[in-house]
């Protein structure tokens, strides 16, 4: 449930404050991004000055999210720290649980006011005015209790809130998924949302590329621990041949978990030399929480990640010995 005294303090702060910025994790997902873009029109149907700082490209099945009418109204600067200047800013922070995982020029940010975020780990709340509910399936649940209260849920809102949920659950298929969420659901079909439309333009609609790429990060595919664990293998070659960027990876995290048999899939993703990130899956009963944080990350339980600077045998070999150890 969520807490009624804080709903209100934080439609208090809309309704209140003004001259927004809007910042999530980088590697930006589904719940990331209709966060931000759910908040921003919240505040713009309160009048207020906002935009969202993204640190990456919107990853091309996401791109509708943003159409023609929106584009007039600027929703996102891609953020860089010369030319977009956060300083008196009033900051709200989506999906977010760890400064850690803001961009290169985002986690220098000296102060986020506002935290909306449904992580377990959320490490920003303590200090200052937050909307933390582990029970949310995504962020956007969050903000459609916010967009209620307020009596804001238009269409384009609506359909924000169900992308946010679609994605971090796998469309309804994770054990995060509630009574309640089916319910949010409810209300947002109800409202005029195109279920079958939104799962077809993220989910259902890969490139020719995306698949390229798929063929040659399956070739990496092995089997470890008894093939408990499955883990695949993507680097910048692979990116350049297929002719994709690292924002069409996402699709595929979800490839070795699904294997019959495989309680824990991994995907390592080179970013630059010597630098990888991996993205762990776990079925129900194994965490992938516990076995990012030993590395610094984190996430939910049956899917989180973290970043790693090193050898990429022995990153590997570490990462075996931390899943044999939860399984
Ligand atoms: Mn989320």
Redesign the pocket.
């Known amino acids: 449930m969520i807490n009624y005294e804080k709903l209100k303090s934080v439609c208090d702060i809309f309704q209140n404050k003004d001259d927004f910025v809007i910042i999530t994790h980088d590697n930006l997902?589904g719940?990331?991004i209709s966060?931000s873009l759910a908040v921003f029109c919240i505040l713009k149907k309160l009048n207020k000055k906002c935009v969202i700082a993204y640190e990456s490209k919107i990853p091309q099945n996401f791109n509708f999210l943003i159409d023609d009418y929106f584009l007039k109204e600027k929703p996102y600067v891609l953020f860089d720290c010369e030319e977009f200047d956060i300083k008196d800013k009033y900051v709200v922070s989506v999906?977010l649980a760890d400064k850690k995982l803001l961009g290169k020029f985002l986690q220098n940010i000296e102060k986020i006011d506002l935290c909306i975020?449904?992580?377990r780990t959320n490490k920003i709340f303590a200090e200052i005015s937050s909307l933390v509910n582990p029970l949310a399936a995504?962020?956007?649940e969050i903000i459609y209790e916010i967009a209620k209260f307020l009596k804001l849920i238009d269409i384009q809102i609506a359909e924000y809130i169900y992308v946010?949920i679609i994605?971090?659950t796998g469309r309804f298929a994770y054990p995060n998924v509630t009574e309640k969420t089916h319910k949010i659901a409810s209300d947002l079909i109800k409202i005029g949302v195109r279920n079958d439309t939104l799962n077809y333009k993220i989910f259902d609609c890969i490139t020719k590329n995306q698949i390229f790429l798929n063929q040659l990060v399956l070739q990496t595919l092995e089997f470890f621990l008894n093939s408990k664990c499955a883990m695949i293998f993507i680097n910048q070659s692979m990116l350049s041949k297929s002719n994709t960027s690292k924002e069409d990876i996402g699709l595929f995290t979800q490839i070795p978990r699904q294997i019959k048999g495989v309680l824990v899939g991994a995907t390592i993703k080179e970013e630059k030399k010597n630098v990888y990130k991996v993205s762990i899956r776990t079925k129900v009963g194994v965490s992938a929480e516990d076995i990012c944080k030993k590395f610094g990350g984190g996430g939910?339980k049956n899917a989180a990640g973290f970043t790693v600077k090193g050898d990429l045998n022995q990153i590997k070999q570490n990462l075996l010995c931390e899943i044999s150890a939860v399984l």
């Open positions: 997902d719940d990331a966060s999906d975020d449904h992580h995504s962020t956007t946010g994605t971090d939910h």
